[in-house]
C-alpha cells in the first residue's frame, strides 16, 4: 500500500503571491490534484506536509528568521486550495525540510504498516530531497513523481532528480501511477 | 569553537582500488591534512566520521545491501591513512548518509558546547549534504569546505554546493581557515 505525499503545497510557495513562490510549483498542481483524486477514489492513504511557522520567526530556519514564511493563521500558510485536505487525511506540520524531523511521520507509517511512499510537492532540493533521504534512511521504498515536484527551474530539478536516483529513489512520472495496468 | 569534520574519507570511498571510489576524494586529502594539522595545532576539536558495515549487508542502504562497502576490519573501512584520527580523537561510526541519523553526533555537540562545524570528506550529494542538512535542521553553524569535499565529478560537486548555500550553509575555501589572521 503506498501512501501519496504532497509536500508544501501552500500559498506561499504556489501562488504567484506568495512569500516564497517556487518558480515550478505552480504547474505541478494539476498533476498532484489527479494523482490526490485517483487516490481517494482508492482510499488509498494521503499524508499532507505542510510548514506552519510563528510570526516572529522564532521556529524558523535560521537564514528564513527575519522573514518566516508559511506564518499559522494566514493566507500564505493554507493549502493551495485545489489541493486541500479533506477531514479525515493525515496532516503532518513541520517547521524544517524533512517530513521526518521532529514530526510523528515515522510513528504513523509504522503504526499504519506504511513503507512505500511516493512523493510530490515543492521544492526538490529542499523539502522533497530532505523526507527522500530520510525515508531512504529508514530503508522504506521512496517514489519521487518526477512531473509532480518542482524547483526554481529544471536544471536545479533535474540535477537533485539525478542525486535522488543515485541515493536509492524511484524516479516515477504520474502517468505510470494514474494507468489502470498499475492498480 | 568550530569543529572540523571530516566525513568517510575512507580507503573504499578514496583509493584506487575502493569498491566505491569517489572520482574527486583523493584530490582532497592534501587540502584536508592541512585542515587537519592545523585543527590539531590549536587543540581545536576534530570529528571523523565513517561507515563501518556487516559484511552480509544487512545494515546497509538498501541499494547497496548486495554490495557492502566499509565493512568492518577490513582494508576498506579503514581511514585515507594519512588522514587517521589519533587515539584522543572523536570517531563516529554510522550506517546512512548522515552523521546525526541513530548516532551520537548531537548529543556529542551539545556536551562540548559546539554549534559551529566545518565539513571536509566524501561525498557532496550523499553525506555531505545529509550531515549538513541535518545540522542546519538543528541551527549549527555548518560551513562547507569547498575544496576539501568531493564527488563523482565538478558539476554534481558544484550543483549541489549551491543548494546547499541556498539551504543556509555558509561555503568556505580552506584558505580561509588555515589563514593566520583567521585564527
Known sequence: MQALMIIDMQNDFVDH???ALVAQAA???PTIAALLAHWRQQQWPVIHVIRSHQADGCDSERFRRHAP???AN?????PYPSL???ADEMVLIKTRFSAFY???LAQYLAANGISDIAITGTQLPNCVRGTAADGLYRDLDISVVTDACSAQNQAVASANLQDLENMGARLIHSSALLAPDQN
Chains 1, 2 share one sequence.
Open 17 to 19: 503571491g506568495g512569500r
Open 27 to 29: 504547474q505541478t498542481v
Open 69 to 71: 514564511v508559511c506564518v
Open 74 to 78: 494566514t493566507w500564505g500558510a493554507l
Open 84 to 86: 486541500a485536505p479533506l
Open 102 to 104: 521532529n514530526t510523528e
